[in-house]
């Protein structure tokens, strides 16, 4: 019993720390069409862990223990979910847009998980995902 609540300790403390963070700035997506030639304010997010490969290794930690590889599969190349290596994202595939992709959720069943995981743990789940590659012959799922 003790030695599952060790193990557990690094998730309760991404849980409870993420009640204390600020929330995102809204994003602006490049390829939406702003009516009259102007965009709506927006803020922009950038990735302050990208391409670290320590953080891609604990991103990809996460993507097991939160058990994103139960709809999108081991390596992400697409399960019940989207494929997350293809190159093709539904909501965009930015740094900011996958962000906010994690961190509000999209209908239809990818949950929020901003109110769990503070922003530095979805930065390493966005730079695991950026970090990984299909090989050629790797399946992918369409949606």
Same mark, same amino acid.
């Given at each position: 019993?003790?030695?599952?609540?060790?193990?557990?300790?690094?998730?309760?403390?991404?849980?409870?720390?993420?009640?204390?963070?600020?929330?995102?700035?809204?994003?602006?997506?490049?390829?939406?069409?702003?009516?009259?030639?102007?965009?709506?304010?927006? *803020?922009?997010?950038?990735?302050?862990?990208?391409?670290?490969?320590?953080?891609?290794?604990?991103?990809?930690?996460?993507?097991?223990?939160?058990?994103?590889?139960?709809?999108?599969?081991?390596?992400?190349?697409?399960?019940?979910?989207?494929?997350?290596?293809?190159?093709?994202?539904?909501?965009?595939?930015?740094?900011?847009?996958?962000?906010?992709?994690?961190?509000?959720?999209?209908?239809?069943?990818?949950?929020?998980?901003? *109110?769990?995981?503070?922003?530095?743990?979805?930065?390493?789940?966005?730079?695991?995902?950026?970090?990984?590659?299909?090989?050629?012959?790797?399946?992918?799922?369409?949606?």
């Amino acid at each position: 019993m003790a030695l599952r609540f060790v193990a557990a300790a690094p998730l309760l403390t991404l849980l409870v720390s993420s009640a204390q963070q600020p929330v995102p700035p809204s994003v602006r997506y490049d390829e939406h069409v702003f009516a009259g030639g102007s965009p709506p304010p927006a *803020g922009s997010l950038h990735n302050p862990v990208k391409r670290d490969a320590k953080s891609a290794e604990q991103g990809g930690q996460l993507f097991t223990a939160f058990n994103c590889d139960g709809c999108h599969a081991a390596g992400a190349v697409g399960g019940q979910g989207p494929s997350l290596v293809d190159g093709r994202w539904r909501y965009g595939g930015a740094d900011g847009e996958i962000f906010h992709s994690i961190y509000y959720g999209r209908p239809r069943g990818m949950p929020a998980f901003g *109110g769990i995981l503070p922003p530095d743990a979805i930065w390493q789940l966005v730079t695991y995902l950026q970090s990984l590659e299909p090989s050629q012959d790797t399946p992918t799922v369409s949606w």
